[in-house]
């Protein structure tokens, strides 16, 4: 399968992990600015961007911060885009735009109407699980995730593998894809293979 849409490494936490996705040819690199096992300090994402090419794209995933404190940590740490991954609501979604992005739970169907509410012409879809904003390693329902790609450019993220992800995406038809848990030796620490064998399934 060709590589006609954006792969998107999320989680990471040091260079040699971020360097290695980018040669491999992720458009962007994920960094968790909330807690999760994955969450990176301010200073280390700085220190990571810094050293990056400039056109990759640099996310923040935040869950419900204040959007002062968003666009400050946005601007100290280099950030291109943020991924609003908590209750944001459309109002800060809209303040923080051309510069973010919102991500949604796919719990049920009842998800598809939330998305047309916030008008969002890029979203993503992420899986649902009680207690946790992300980082589950489980699929979305790929029927809810059929529907919502039509409804703007979607990224679809959860539970996605090197087994699975060529599978899935010729199903759903996203705009693009976000992996983190399923490339990964441990959380927050890239396996090379898996990352490797990742990318090869979308070979030019």
């Given at each position: 399968?060709?590589?006609?849409?954006?792969?998107?490494?999320?989680?990471?936490?040091?260079?040699?992990?971020?360097?290695?996705?980018?040669?491999?040819?992720?458009?962007?690199?994920?960094?968790?600015?909330?807690?999760?096992?994955?969450?990176?300090?301010?200073?280390?994402?700085?220190?990571?961007?810094?050293?990056?090419?400039?056109?990759?794209?640099?996310?923040?995933?935040?869950?419900?911060?204040?959007?002062?404190?968003?666009?400050?940590?946005?601007?100290?740490?280099?950030?291109?885009?943020?991924?609003?991954?908590?209750?944001?609501?459309?109002?800060?979604?809209?303040?923080?735009?051309?510069?973010?992005?919102?991500?949604?739970?796919?719990?049920?169907?009842?998800?598809?109407?939330?998305?047309?509410?916030?008008?969002?012409?890029?979203?993503?879809?992420?899986?649902?699980?009680?207690?946790?904003?992300g980082g589950t390693g489980i699929?979305?329902?790929?029927?809810?995730?059929?529907?919502?790609?039509?409804?703007?450019?979607?990224?679809?993220?959860?539970?996605?593998?090197?087994?699975?992800?060529?599978?899935?995406?010729?199903?759903?038809?996203?705009?693009?894809?976000?992996?983190?848990?399923?490339?990964?030796?441990?959380?927050?620490?890239?396996?090379?293979?898996?990352?490797?064998?990742?990318?090869?399934?979308?070979?030019?």
């Open positions: 399968m060709s590589k006609l849409f954006k792969i998107k490494i999320c989680g990471i936490t040091n260079y040699a992990d971020a360097a290695y996705a980018v040669d491999c040819g992720a458009d962007a690199l994920g960094f968790v600015m909330a807690p999760s096992p994955r969450q990176v300090s301010f200073e280390t994402a700085r220190k990571i961007i810094m050293r990056l090419p400039l056109f990759i794209v640099k996310a923040g995933v935040f869950v419900d911060m204040p959007i002062d404190n968003m666009k400050e940590i946005m601007e100290y740490c280099g950030l291109t885009v943020a991924q609003l991954h908590g209750r944001e609501s459309r109002k800060c979604l809209n303040c923080m735009r051309p510069f973010a992005y919102k991500a949604f739970r796919a719990k049920n169907a009842a998800v598809l109407k939330e998305i047309k509410e916030y008008g969002c012409g890029s979203f993503l879809l992420d899986s649902y699980s009680a207690g946790k904003q699929l979305p329902d790929l029927r809810i995730a059929q529907k919502a790609s039509l409804l703007g450019k979607m990224i679809l993220a959860g539970g996605l593998t090197p087994e699975n992800v060529s599978r899935i995406v010729a199903a759903v038809k996203p705009y693009g894809v976000d992996v983190s848990s399923g490339v990964e030796s441990s959380p927050g620490k890239k396996d090379k293979a898996k990352l490797k064998a990742f990318f090869n399934e979308f070979k030019m």
